[in-house]
């Protein structure tokens, strides 16, 4: 062989080595993002121009002076996107530059979470230091096949005796707590959370008050009920991107351990307040409002988040969930959310105002309240026994403005007599000490026992 072909050999060689380098590098780069410009802000409504990402996508604001804000995409126009802020818009200027970011919609999560509070972004509050989570999982979920779930047929043990014994949860329920401000609420979820048979508890503070989330922790959980607990924390003070996050959050790291054969708690605290965060956002992007105030996703959006709560395929673990609702005025039936909310969930456990100034606690309106659940996972006695104490119950209220005035006469109805007779009993059974759980089992017993004993079983 030549020297002259050797030399064209070799000088190939090379060049197919050096094309294979460069290949390699240009695969390793990263694509070339335009950038937009900040045109207007109306609001919470941020609108670019000059670049794309997708719904969901974020991107970074970034003013000349170094303010970086980041933003997500809630809605576009033409060539403008809709952003909406994930923290404080003082000290934007105009003409900001808006970078898209790479569309990550996944969140860390694992062992870590437990005994931590953390915000909607996953940044830790309490002072603990920085997470190491060994897991990660899709913000927004994945649904599962509704014929793939398991059925809910093992009752749920709350520790409340007027909850086990005549409104029983079964363990993947999906439960709404009704009620308006200072009726007992936090009191009652916060029984919940010290006595429910559960692996792990996941708080959802959203759009509550600030102070509150220390006073849950400190107060309610305790350092027994933190070491099974995450609490995730998106206060009334945060934007609504953030509250509307926490929600998706709470329910994501709900579904990671019920992914692991755990049975789960979930506490969201409040579902008015996810709407109204929804509500805010659509909003501010032009959606027309439709039901009093209320533009039609937010509609959408409460049967998306509550439906990835309860049982998972079979075999897997259970969310069992309550989610309070907060009402207008108290009137939980002619108020949007709560009208749409006992549609999607599996019951509703309603606070009575009336019940609460009388110093009744928990203050449980056993008549307005229903678990849809119940006639699957009690026995057919404690169903019998449910449902003779409820019309005993129920005649007592239904006459009680005669009775307080004397008007009602002895002898003219003989089941609003054995009501009278019975009442103290009855509402002695719907008392019961915070600091004192109640078993299934024996709110059963206490039941059969409290009905054979007014002779009414």
Known sequence: MSDAAEFVRARGRRWTQSLATRRRALANERELVAEGRLRRVVGLTLEAVGCEAPLGGRCLVTGSDGTRLETEVVGFSGDKLYLMPAGELHGLPPNARVKPLETVSDVPVGDALLGRVIDATGTPLDGLGPLYCDARTKLAGKPINPMLRAPIEEPLDVGVRAINALLTVGRGQRMGLFAGSGVGKSTLLGMMTKYTDADVIVVGLIGERGREVKEFV??????????????????????????????????????????RGLKVLLLMDSLTR???????????????????GYP??????????VERAGNGAEGAGSITAFYTVLTEGDDHRHDPIADAARGILDGHIVLSRDLAEGGHYPAIDVDASISRVMPQVVAPAQLAAARRFRQIYSTYQQQRDLISVGAYQRGSDPRVDEAIQAWPRLAAFLQQDVRTPNGYAASATELAQLLHAIGAA
């Open 296 to 305: 039609p996703s937010v509609f959408a959006k409460l049967p998306a988040l």
């Open 218 to 259: 400190q107060q309610i959980l305790g350092p027994d009920g933190m070491r099974r607990a995450a609490v995730i924390a998106a206060p009334a003070d945060a934007p609504p991107l953030l509250r509307l996050r926490g929600a998706l959050l709470a329910t994501a790291v709900a579904e990671y351990f019920r992914d």
């Open 274 to 292: 996810f709407a109204q965060a929804q509500r805010e956002i659509a909003l501010a992007i032009g959606e027309p409002p439709a039901t009093k």
